[in-house]
């Protein structure tokens, strides 16, 4: 058991530490990245909402030109020992000897309780009530162990329990208008690169698909453990082990994922791929982790698109693939899925579906873009594996990936 311990040093005397209620904010706001949900719930709203004029394609410019300020911001991440240290001077204090003075821990573990916290607090800050705006107290009161009498937070996170609803599947996220979902899908898009307005471009796994007259046509210039895998996949689908389902999201309701089991996916997803590539993380990167997969979700859930739901034999939610369609691309945005999924063959099953579809619709499409590869797009093993499905790892993908156009 991993702990973050906030307890400030000075030399070689402990200072007590008993913050307030603000004061801890303060101290938790410098422990874990950017807020998420001051993200998504105040300024993703206000910056997109600003007069457009001009064609189309100027529009999209314009809004991507402030998405990519503004998640320019909101990607960055800093260690949280480091904001620990930078803060814990604020709450210097010599009126406690040593006998009195507390610690707050934070556990770094996680369990299905605390996702179902963390879900209820985040589900009550979209909902509009603003005590649960900060991130930063949400952590605390969950995480948190010993902590003072000033941040007590039975009360408050029974409050947020009480208002889930009875179905863990049911959506509950925010009801936006169609035109907000497109505008708030740019930025994941990557409007920035393809709109001219960021110069940072990470390169992309692009699959082209025009020549390609069947998916069959496609499966059949893999190298033969990939056509093995696709058929692995389909007699899963055929033999009932999974079922999936696809949702529109449609303007004015939640987004169909926006529920307990799609959060419990991308939790378990997020903290499954950090034991996998740094089995001895620190507390630092678990908080980083966990902050990661709630700002996940709020995004995805306050995009437009197709959302590909993956039941397993007793129907529960084990996965969830995020499509968008655009101009004449079909990006595979999102995908994630809890750990009994991961051991199936769900991620292919997805993967043919969507090359089908496009195959399909290739009156439409050109380009099926699997996106990035890790947060600088070159994380070999994704890159390894897209390819050995057909996709070429492309540095200037805005010049091959058309997504100018209405989505569709």
């Not at 910056?47 to 503004?70: D, L, Y």
């Not at 020549?211 to 055929?238: D, I, M, N």
């Not at 987004?255 to 001895?280: D, G, T, W, Y």
Request: include cysteine.
């Amino acid at each position: 058991c991993q702990q973050i311990i906030i307890m400030p040093t000075e030399g070689n005397k402990r200072i007590g530490l008993n913050p307030s209620r603000s004061q801890l904010l303060v101290i938790v706001c410098l422990l874990l990245p950017i807020s998420a949900l001051s993200f998504a719930l105040k300024g993703f709203h206000q910056f997109v909402r600003f007069q457009i004029k001009g064609t189309s394609h100027e529009s999209e410019q314009r809004v991507a030109s402030a998405i990519i300020r503004r998640v320019g911001v909101f990607q960055s991440v800093h260690h949280s020992r480091k904001r620990i240290r930078s803060c814990t001077r604020l709450f210097q204090s010599n009126d406690l000897n040593d006998s009195e003075e507390p610690s707050i821990y934070l556990d770094a573990t996680i369990d299905d309780d605390r996702i179902r916290l963390l879900f209820a607090w985040i589900s009550r800050a979209m909902s509009g009530d603003q005590r649960f705006d900060d991130i930063g107290l949400a952590f605390v009161t969950i995480f948190g162990n010993h902590l003072s009498e000033e941040v007590d937070s039975a009360e408050i996170t029974q409050e947020a329990l009480a208002f889930l609803p009875k179905q863990d599947d049911e959506p509950c996220g925010p009801p936006l208008p169609l035109d907000e979902r497109e505008l708030q899908s740019l930025g994941p898009l990557g409007a920035g690169q393809w709109s001219g307005q960021s110069k940072d471009i990470f390169p992309h796994s692009l699959l082209l698909i025009q020549h390609f007259k069947s998916v069959e046509e496609w499966e059949q210039g893999l190298p033969r453990t990939c056509r093995q895998t696709l058929r692995r996949a389909q007699a899963a689908s055929a033999a009932g082990d999974f079922t999936v389902i696809t949702h529109t999201i449609q303007g004015d309701k939640p987004a169909p994922h926006s529920s307990l089991s799609h959060f419990r996916c991308v939790m378990e997803h997020e903290i499954r791929l950090l034991q996998k590539h740094n089995p001895q993380y620190s507390a630092d990167d678990f908080f980083d982790t966990v902050s990661e997969a709630v700002t996940r979700f709020i995004i995805t859930i306050h995009m437009a698109g197709l959302i590909h739901e993956y039941r397993n034999a007793h129907g529960k939610v084990v996965a969830i693939f995020h499509e968008v369609r655009k101009g004449r691309t079909v990006r595979g945005q999102w995908y994630y899925a809890t750990d009994e999924a991961a051991k199936t063959y769900i991620w292919f099953h997805c993967i043919r579906e969507m090359v089908k579809d496009a195959i399909e619709n290739k009156e439409k499409v050109d380009v099926v873009d699997l996106g990035p590869n890790g947060s600088d797009g070159h994380l070999d093993a994704h890159d390894k594996l897209k390819r050995r499905y057909g996709c070429q790892l492309v540095e200037d993908w805005p010049a091959i990936a058309d997504y100018r156009g209405p989505f569709w």
